[in-house]
Structures are given as C-alpha cells and as structure tokens.
C-alpha cells in the first residue's frame, strides 16, 4: 500500500527519530543523571554517564539548601493563573466581538493587536519598569501578572475568534429573535458552546505564562518571597559554589507539573499550538 | 451577526473594552513614552531634558552597528537551524510508522517548561570540565581536552545558537506537522496510482501546498529570535566580551544595569524599527497567502 515502507526506509526513519528525540530529551536526561550523583562524583574527569553512589538524596536536601522551593513553584502557579484568568477576562468578549459583529475599524484593531505580539516586553522594558515603579507595583506580585496579561492577549484574541468564526450563528440570532439580551446570550450560549475552544485558550495562555517567568520577575521584583520558580533558581547561579545536584534536583521538581499537565492534556495543547498551520 | 447589531452600535467597542484598556496601558503607551525617553538624556536623575537625536548619533557613534550586524547574523543562523531541523523533524514524525504518537510527545517538552529551567541545565552541559557536550567531545576524539564552551567568544555565540535552536524547535516542527497532516491523502493517492515516488510526491503535492506555513512560521520565528532575551541573558549575560550581546541585550544592560534610560531608549526604538519591517512583511505575506486560497478555492474542486 501506499504508506508501506521498505525494511532500509524503516531505519532511516527510526534512526532520524531517535537522532532527534536524542536532542530535544538529552538535557533532561543530564539533568535527572546530575541530581542522582553525589556532589563528590559530579566534578569527575574524565565525564561518565553513571556514576558510583547514585541517590535521590538531592531531592530530599535541596529542601533545606533552596529553603524557598516550595514558594517558587506556588508562586510560579499563583502568577500564571493570574495571568491566565486576567487574559481571558479581556480575551472572550473581545474574540466574540471580532468575529461576531461588524463595526468601524474591526480590522484596524484586530491589526494592531496582532502587531502587539511582535513587540517583546524587552524592548519595553525601560517604560515598563518606570510605569511600574508609578503605579507601586515594584516588588509586588502586580509588577509580574500585569504585563504578562496584556502580553498574552493577542494570541488568545487570535486563537479564540477563529474557534468562535466556526460556530454558527443561527443559535445567537434565534435567541435574539426571542428577545435574550446580549449579555445573556454571551453568558448562556456563547460560553458553553466555545467551551471546548476557551479550554484550549486557556491552556495555552498558562503554559506561555508558566515558560516566560523570567525577565518581568528579574527586573521588576526584588523581594525573594515573592519569586517565580525561574528567578528563585537563577539566585544561585552567581554564587561560587554552586551545588548543581541540587539545583537539578529542583529544576526537574519545578517543571514536574507542567509536564504533568502537558502529557495529560497535550492534544489541546498541540491544538492550540498549530492553529493558523492548517487554515489561514 | 445584523441582527444582534441593532441601534446600540456602541455594543462591540464595549466587548473589547478590557482588552483595549490592558493593551493600550501595557503596550501602546510605553512604547510611545519610548519613543519620547529617545529623545532625552533620561537617567536616575530626576531632571531629564531634551537632547534631539544626541543618544542616536552617540550609539551609531559607538559599537551599536556591530551590534546590530550580530544581532541580524545570530538571528539568520538560529532561524535557518530551526526551519531546517523542523523540517525535517516534521517529515519524520509525518510517517506512519508505529509509535509515532508517542514521538510527537516526546519532542515537545523544550517548549512546554519554563525557558529560563532549560537554560539553567544548557549552562551545566557547557561547563568544561565536567558537562555533558565536553565530555562526549573528548570521548568522540573531536575535543583534545576540557573545553569552556561558554568562555570563548566564537564558541559562546554558537553555544548560545544551539540553545535556542534547542528551544523553538518544537513549536516549529509541530506548527509544520499540523500543516502536512492537513495536506488531502487523496492527492498523494492519486499520485501514487499514477506511480509517482514519494520524494516526487513530497517536492510535488507537501512542499507547495506547506509552503504558506514555512514562510509563516520562519518569519514569526524570525520576530521572537529577535526578541530573544532569556537564554543568552541566562548563558552569558551579553559575553564574553560582548561576543553574545545582541540589540535586546544592550538594551538591557544599558538601561536597567546601566540606568542610561535615554540612550537604552534609543536602542529600542532601533529594535522596533526593525521589528516593524519584519511586521509589515508578515501581513503582507498572510494578506497574499489569503488571497492566493481564495483563487484556488475558485479553480480546482
């Protein structure tokens, strides 16, 4: 048939998967195989793969080592809900009237928004941290949920009105007709119907929110109780002695629940992701 | 929706009420007061004035356009492994073969944990004497010694390449993916009756029709390499001498390790300038795309 492939043509497949794998996986391997060894058999020469006295005894230390561990990782949480909550706030009514309704300047908008995503929070950063330091928002947890919504916006825009264009608009006019308010309908059709598309907004909004803890944490907030899991582990790179089983350790720890979160709901996640791949 | 328009035309504005609000506070508004702090000789000084183009003939004074030449270098060299790899990752992981799901799984991890974690690890694979890369290295035969790969000014901006290769190659190869998986089977069906080769098939029937979604995804690719702050900040903070320092670092460094506002405001106003050009290119590109659809879409069934 016509997808049956010659025994050569299976291996050449295989060994380009593997080869590939090999290098998305590698780093988490070293990572998992440098928090096994005791800090004593990390600094060997030459470089071995396993090591004698392998533990998991670095998941046990870090604890006291990193004493904050637990309150990155809840930071890490606290914030990319927040995010994640704010962004859809602002994100299903504005998808609903992009795709729904005719006004002036609908395109102009849409536009602009889309614009937006091409400008990193980097370049601004200068009046960013000055509006911050304004607003008391410096060293608080605003400072870090704050711009990580508006910058998830647009995508989410993006994202939800081409789920919303594929819903027909029959349902939305008959109770119209029937004399349902807007807000009503919003509410009581509009929600329920693009449940399906509204999960995989938010999913893809918390991950993003979840991966880029870094660069408004490390400018804008100074206060370590307040940390993201990224920032918290960063403290310790500066340092002369780093204890790198450890703060493997930790890491693996800390992205534990979102690869958790990945595998069980990656088919939402993968959907998300490749929107505007097939159509547009 | 006609009906739902009515008389209160006023009713959509107030749907993108929130989002317009966050955006134009986030976003539009520090990017004009960008544009403004340009201009003056802003810095922890509380007294800031005016200095006309003064910050922009000092940066293209100084060491800015090779700044700007690196940073146009690195971003061409990471874009062009990512689409490569991609690529090629995609047509793998688009044969069905068994276990292919499970492969799909597997490659998508860089992109799903948080940047700076990943980066964290790379920083331990690149240490000389005891880090993965060195060792196997020496082992290969392909290294005579420990190497710092971190500490030298050609190997560090490769270092840096590889690392965020590692990272935007997922979303680039499942972006891809999705794109082949919705080329028609018939197509290749009838092709193959007819007793085409699968390399004809795939320079033929996939690669014009995923054509749209490569040049999409490398022209994004291209804006968010662009913006890349986290892995070289985390790697080598811009070094060793300024080897890695692309346009976004020296921003930073200028204005928040620096606290020169005015001239670090300069720096991004070039970025967005840059940015733009990349912007325009891609609506231009989706807006051709589109219209190309719709054509086809008249002519064939």
Redesign the interface.
Known sequence: M??K?KWYE?IL??A??AL??A??????L??FL?SMRPLSE???????FLTDNMSFDAYFDMWRNVPRLHIYIMN?FFIATAVTI?AL???I??A???A????KG?DA?L?A????N???G??????????MQKLGFLNTYWAMI??G???S??TG?WLMRSYLMKIP?SL??AA??DGAS?LY?LRRIILPIAMPGIIVVAIATF?GA??????FAL?FNSQDSLNP???G??QF?GRQEII?NE??AA?LV??LP??II??FL?RY??AG??A????? | ?????GKA?Y??????????A??L???????A??FR?SFTNSSLNPVEEYVGFKNYIKIFGGKFPAVIVRTFYWMFISVTLKML?GV??AM??N???PGRNL????????????????V??????YNG????I???G??LGILAG?FEFLAFRNSSFYATIVTDV?VG???VT??????MQ?VPGDL??AA?TDGASRFYRFRRITLPLIMP?VA??GLLSA??TF?S??II??LTEGGPRGSTTTM?ID??KT??ARNK?GE??AR?VM??IF??S??AF??YM?TRF?KRAMNNGGETS
């Open positions: 016509i997808n492939y299976y497949i295989y380009g998967i590939f794998v290098f998305m996986l590698a780093p988490f070293e990572a440098v990390i600094f060997t020469i030459p470089y071995a890490s704010i706030i602002c994100v009514p504005a609903w009237g992009f729904r309704f005719e006004f609908r908008i536009g928004f889309l614009a937006i091409m400008v990193g980097t370049v601004l950063i200068i009046t960013l941290y000055k509006l704050i711009p919504a508006a910058f916006i647009p825009i608009k939305e006019e119209w007709v807007r309908i991950i979840y991966a880029q803890q870094f660069l400018t899991l990224p920032v582990i960063y790179f790198w703060l493997m890491s800390g992205i979102v690869l990945y595998i990656q996640i993968v992701l490749t505007g791949a097939v159509k547009e | 929706m006609n009906a739902l328009d035309n009713f959509p504005y107030l749907l993108l009420l929130p989002a317009l966050l955006t506070f986030i976003v539009a508004w520090p990017l007061e960008t702090l790899v090629a990752g793998l992981l044969c069905a073969v492969f799909r799984v597997l490659i998508m991890p860089p992109w799903i944990v948080p940047i700076a974690i990943g964290f690890i790379w920083s331990w694979m004497q005891f880090g993965m060195s060792g196997i020496q082992w420990p590692w190659t997922p979303l499942i972006y891809l993916l999705a794109a919705s290749h069906e193959w979604a999409t995804m804006i968010w913006n702050f986290d900040w985390i976004i921003t930073y204005a928040i506002y670090g405001a991004a970025i967005v940015l733009s990349f912007a891609y609506f989706l589109a």
